[in-house]
Each structure stands twice: as C-alpha cells, then as structure tokens.
C-alpha cells in the first residue's frame, strides 16, 4: 500500500522512525514534509499535501503528526474525499476504519507512547471498511461534501 505521511516539527522525529517501521512492512512511504525540525513550520500545508494525495491516489492511505493532532484532522477534512481520523486507541483507530472509511491517520505525538502509536497505526493499516449500514451514512457524509464543493 502507497502511504503518505507528513509531519510538523512537533512529530518530525516520530516521523522518521515510522517511516522506518512502514517500510519494513513493505508498505511504499512518500514522506511530504517537513524534513528539517527547525525552524517552525506551517501544518496545513503539510495536511493538505497528504489529503490531497490520497484522495488522487487509489488504495492509498494517510498519516499525520503533529503536537495533539487537532490542527492536522481539521485542515485535512477540508479537502473532498479525505476522511482524517484523530485516533488516540487502537479500539477508535479500528472504528475509523471499519463505520467511518478513514483513510488519513492523524496522531498526536503528544500525548502517547511510541509503541501506541505503532500498535495504533497497525490495526488502523490492516482494518477494512465494513460497509452495510455504514456505507449509507459514508455516502451522507459525501452528500454534505458535494453540497459545500464550490
């Protein structure tokens, strides 16, 4: 699976050591930023690259760090066709995936270990969308898109 991953300074590190991770499980990884911890740097553009390339790119999936992981869910959410999931379990990470057809990780690198964030980014990566009665309130969601699309 084709995985776009992107960072501010605050998951910068974190950044690079599940990029590591991805890779040895064979996942291909396209890093979008940033690529320097310093100085400071502007997260919505980073949410924007990778919701942007999921929604362009079939069967691909997203990851976004940041400091709480707010900003990046908000800003990716704008972008029509990206679901961003703020998940802070490995129980809400399955959820996204299996009612919800999240297909952008967001994680505050703040505010959990490590290997949660490992454990977390594992189950979201193998959970499938379950459909039935959750494609229907999936295809409202598009609805409430499509009416807002300019």
Request: net charge positive.
């Amino acid at each position: 699976m084709t995985i776009f991953i992107g960072a501010d300074h605050r998951g910068f590190e974190l950044k690079a050591r599940i990029v590591a991770f991805l890779r040895t499980q064979a996942h291909e990884v396209v890093d979008v930023g940033t690529y320097v911890p310093e100085p400071p740097c502007d997260y919505p553009k980073l949410s924007l690259a990778v919701a942007e390339n999921v929604v362009k790119h079939k069967n691909s999936r997203g990851i976004l760090l940041c400091l709480t992981g707010i900003g990046h869910s908000i800003a990716a959410n704008k972008v029509p066709g990206a679901y961003a999931a703020l998940c802070h379990s490995k129980e809400v990470a399955v959820l996204s995936r299996q009612h919800n057809n999240a297909n952008v990780l967001v994680l505050g690198s703040n505010f959990m270990t490590e290997k949660a964030i490992v454990e977390i980014i594992k189950v979201w990566l193998a959970t499938e969308f379950e459909g039935g009665r959750h494609l229907r309130r999936v295809k409202q969601v598009k609805a409430i898109e499509k009416k807002y699309m300019m």
